[in-house]
């Protein structure tokens, strides 16, 4: 269980509390911590100077003052006109990340919510409440769609999930025996400031591309294995540590040494089995070792945001000022994301290469009518490397001038993880049709696998003969790669 304290979190804790359900607790100095937060919210407010948020309105309207009378109606306005999304809901994990991401923020001081308010949040997740969450509505200047569709539910308005139905909010919350939490001045601003949908998806798509760089040197381990059983290669010297020491990118060296290991006990270790593959074997560990630089990179950034505090204005307790800024403009996140998809790129071209090898030594098998796997499975893979190079474009300089000029610059931070999330998708399906060849291959071939792979050629060969369409099959094999890295 993840305790909210003034320790760091971290994108394992996301996951945690998003695919295993993990509950959430709140150490005793949190709720302390919250409250001076808070106290210092209410001292400003006392002191009747206009505040961003606090007691004017957003955006375009940073100049008309709010009345004291009517903050606590603001709030609710405030969340009703920020529920512009639209599109299809987030999943259930990904909404628990989201809610768990801005719950995160809170914790780190700058919101100066109340202690009600963060927990109301905390009992979300801990209840299993799922408001519905669009998809689409962020500019990457502050998920204040998702946002404010996660504060409505908390406050007794919008919509939720309550067993596979669309249900009132307040209905949901009384299902599970909590009541609507009434906003105080500043918290509908604080609840909305935030890049949440952004930190808490992109999380969630961090562990699926670790899973899938173990997944893919795990998917050339059996190509090479496939190439020397047919006499067309498997030449291991592009792995060697000396060759790694010579080019010093640790994920590199990392990538070749797992390599490597799965191949350690396999007759392709005993020698030399071809003078020289093809680049798309023999540069793996060098895009594979890019491949790990990018992925450190997004663990970084999102480490960095789930410990900082974003908010606009910024509530400082060691000065007891709230003060407007730009940190919710998260761009080192954005270009993240962003560069992750031309990685994905090179990553799923070297494999759609190495199908187009395998499907040619494929040939005999299909033509005696043995095969399990179709020869044109390869061209769907080529048409999935077409749809991950055209989602490789840059996304983050197409933002849009918005609110009467005064938000005239955004990163784009949504559709650049949205963009990464189906380029993750696509790069999975290759990698299990490069597995799926291979291992066909194998099966028939005269290489020895060795004892570490022979566990992965048995279950991977096993998925190919399910009585099932050929798209549940190649899932199921990808399952069988990430399940057998992890």
């Known amino acids: 269980m993840p305790i909210l304290s003034r320790q760091a979190i971290t994108t394992a804790d996301v996951v945690a509390v998003s695919r295993e359900a993990a509950r959430v607790g709140f150490a005793s100095i949190l709720e302390r911590d919250l409250q001076a937060s808070r106290d210092v919210v209410e001292d400003v407010l006392a002191a009747g100077l206009p505040v961003y948020g606090l007691n004017t309105e957003l955006g375009a309207g940073r100049n008309v003052v709010v009345s004291n009378d009517t903050l606590e109606e603001y709030q609710r306005r405030t969340i009703r006109n920020s529920g512009g999304g639209i599109g299809a809901p987030l999943s259930f994990e990904q909404t628990r990340a989201v809610i768990f991401a801005r719950l995160a923020g809170f914790s780190r001081g700058g919101a100066g919510v109340t202690v009600a308010l963060a927990a109301q949040y905390r009992e979300l997740l801990n209840r299993d409440v799922y408001p519905l969450v669009p998809r689409t509505g962020s500019v990457g200047a502050a998920d204040l769609t998702q946002l404010a569709a996660i504060a409505a539910v908390a406050t007794g308005t919008g919509f939720a999930f309550v067993d596979g139905a669309v249900v009132p909010g307040a209905d949901a919350l009384a299902a599970v025996g909590l009541e609507p939490v009434t906003l105080q001045p500043h918290e509908a601003i604080a609840a909305l400031s935030a890049n949440s949908y952004s930190i808490g998806v992109?999380?969630?798509?961090?562990?699926?591309?670790?899973?899938?760089?173990?997944?893919?040197?795990?998917?050339?381990?059996?190509?090479?294995?496939?190439?020397?059983?047919?006499?067309?290669?498997?030449?291991?010297?592009?792995?060697?540590?000396?060759?790694?020491?010579?080019?010093?990118?640790?994920?590199?060296?990392?990538?070749?040494?797992?390599?490597?290991?799965?191949?350690?006990?396999?007759?392709?270790?005993?020698?030399?089995?071809?003078?020289?593959?093809?680049?798309?074997?023999?540069?793996?560990?060098?895009?594979?070792?890019?491949?790990?630089?990018?992925?450190?990179?997004?663990?970084?950034?999102?480490?960095?945001?789930?410990?900082?505090?974003?908010?606009?204005?910024?509530?400082?307790?060691?000065?007891?000022?709230?003060?407007?800024?730009?940190?919710?403009?998260?761009?080192?996140?954005?270009?993240?994301?962003?560069?992750?998809?031309?990685?994905?790129?090179?990553?799923?071209?070297?494999?759609?290469?190495?199908?187009?090898?395998?499907?040619?030594?494929?040939?005999?098998?299909?033509?005696?009518?043995?095969?399990?796997?179709?020869?044109?499975?390869?061209?769907?893979?080529?048409?999935?490397?077409?749809?991950?190079?055209?989602?490789?474009?840059?996304?983050?300089?197409?933002?849009?001038?918005?609110?009467?000029?005064?938000?005239?610059?955004?990163?784009?931070?949504?559709?650049?993880?949205?963009?990464?999330?189906?380029?993750?998708?696509?790069?999975?399906?290759?990698?299990?049709?490069?597995?799926?060849?291979?291992?066909?291959?194998?099966?028939?071939?005269?290489?020895?696998?060795?004892?570490?792979?022979?566990?992965?050629?048995?279950?991977?060969?096993?998925?190919?003969?399910f009585e099932s369409p050929l798209a549940d099959r190649v899932s199921a094999v990808l399952s069988r790669l990430v399940s057998f890295g992890r």
């Open 202 to 465: 992109a999380s969630l798509v961090l562990d699926d591309l670790r899973g899938l760089a173990r997944a893919a040197d795990l998917t050339v381990a059996l190509s090479l294995v496939a190439l020397a059983g047919h006499g067309a290669g498997g030449n291991l010297s592009p792995f060697d540590e000396r060759i790694q020491a010579a080019h010093a990118v640790g994920p590199q060296a990392v990538s070749a040494g797992r390599i490597r290991s799965l191949l350690a006990s396999s007759s392709l270790a005993a020698g030399v089995t071809s003078t020289q593959d093809a680049i798309s074997f023999r540069s793996v560990p060098q895009v594979h070792g890019s491949f790990g630089v990018a992925i450190a990179r997004l663990s970084q950034a999102l480490e960095l945001e789930l410990n900082s505090r974003t908010e606009n204005p910024l509530v400082d307790v060691a000065s007891q000022s709230l003060v407007s800024g730009g940190n919710f403009f998260a761009l080192e996140l954005a270009l993240a994301l962003e560069n992750l998809r031309v990685v994905v790129g090179h990553v799923a071209a070297m494999s759609e290469r190495r199908i187009s090898q395998l499907s040619t030594l494929g040939v005999a098998l299909r033509r005696s009518g043995s095969a399990v796997v179709p020869g044109l499975l390869w061209y769907s893979a080529a048409a999935e490397l077409s749809e991950i190079r055209h989602l490789a474009g840059a996304v983050t300089l197409s933002g849009s001038s918005l609110s009467e000029g005064v938000e005239d610059h955004s990163s784009n931070a949504v559709l650049a993880l949205q963009a990464l999330e189906r380029s993750v998708e696509l790069l999975g399906s290759i990698l299990a049709i490069e597995a799926a060849c291979a291992v066909e291959l194998i099966e028939v071939g005269e290489a020895d696998a060795g004892e570490l792979l022979a566990p992965v050629v048995a279950d991977v060969g096993e998925s190919l003969r």
